[in-house]
Structure formats: C-alpha cells, structure tokens
C-alpha cells in the first residue's frame, strides 16, 4: 500500500459523501414501509394454441421519511410479478435529504428520453405531480413540491428520471463543506 492510499484511509477527505454511492442494501426490514404499484403492462405472445400472457409490473416503495427505491418484476401471473418488483424496490433503496417537508433546492432529472423538473414548494402546497413522479414523491415522504415531467411519458423513464432528480440533493451542511473543501484546495 503506498503512502498516498494510507494517508487516504487516515484523513477522508470532506468531499467524501459526493463519492459514496447513495444507493443502500437493507438487510433488514424497514419500519413503516409502503409499496404502490405504478404500472402494470399485459404483453401477449400468441403460439399455435392461443396467446400466452406475461405481465410487467412498476413498484414503488419508500418509508415517507427520505427512503425511496423502485423495481420492476417479470412473471406470468400478475402477484408473482408485483412480489418480485417489490424485493426489487427493496434492495435499490436510495436516501433523499428532505428540509421542512420539501426539498432543498430545483433539481431536473434525466433518464432515456424523460426529464422530470423539481421545485420546492411552500408549506401547504402538497404535492403537485402526475402519476409515476407523484407515487415516488410520495414514497419518499415529500410532502410540498411542484413537478413537471417533460418530453415522455413513459412511466419507467418517468420514475428514473425522478430519483435522479432526488439524488441531486444537497443539505446547506454538505454544500459548506463543499466549498469549505474547494476554498482550502485553493
């Protein structure tokens, strides 16, 4: 190990919370926790003796208290495949910092072809959204915010392009010690 990668291991650096991945495994259940189904979609594939159907099915979960995840399940019958999504939604769980019952600051996401724009809203506003970007608000326990989905209105992009959105999210505490960090670089 050289001397660079111990001094690395003794002294993380204050930009380290912009290096971690914000995406956690839970190995345990989580108190509180709320599945909604977004979307479901019936595909038929048709054979010599009629047409066999497969469903796909959106799930969103979140605790309402900054965690949020989605996932997508497969199967031939529509409960297999909402169990699925939603062991899915539970491992790809993302952490949003949430201020006063909003979001600290505007934040665009993009995914494929959907671009979904978040504000922060007054208290009392509630939430302003349309189905997908609204079931993952929801989830994650936002509970001011104006949305506006752009371009596509598919509800996959729609979902991902939201917690890309979320996942933009600074506190004020961690964009101090970001600058802090720059100002002692320079």
């Not at 690395?8 to 839970?26: D, G, R």
């Not at 909003?102 to 349309?130: E, Q, S």
Request: charged share 25%.
């Amino acid at each position: 190990m050289g001397m660079l990668e111990k001094d690395i291991q003794e002294n993380p650096s204050p930009l380290s919370f912009l290096a971690e991945k914000q995406e956690l495994c839970l190995k345990e259940p989580v108190e509180g926790w709320e599945e909604k189904t977004v979307f479901t979609n019936r595909c038929a594939k048709v054979v010599k003796g009629g047409r066999r159907f497969r469903f796909s099915v959106l799930v969103v979960a979140g605790n309402k208290a900054g965690l949020v995840g989605y996932g997508i399940g497969k199967a031939k019958e529509v409960t297999d495949a909402v169990r699925k999504a939603s062991e899915n939604a539970k491992k790809h769980v993302y952490k949003i910092p949430l201020w006063n019952n909003t979001i600290p600051h505007v934040a665009l996401g993009v995914f494929d072809g959907a671009r979904v724009v978040l504000k922060p809203a007054c208290h009392g506003t509630g939430v302003i959204a349309g189905g997908a970007v609204r079931a993952v608000l929801e989830a994650a326990g936002v509970k001011d915010i104006l949305s506006k989905s752009l371009k596509s209105n598919n509800n996959i992009n729609a979902v991902c392009a939201t917690i890309r959105a979320l996942m933009q999210m600074r506190t004020k505490q961690q964009i101090c010690a970001l600058r802090a960090a720059k100002a002692d670089v320079a």
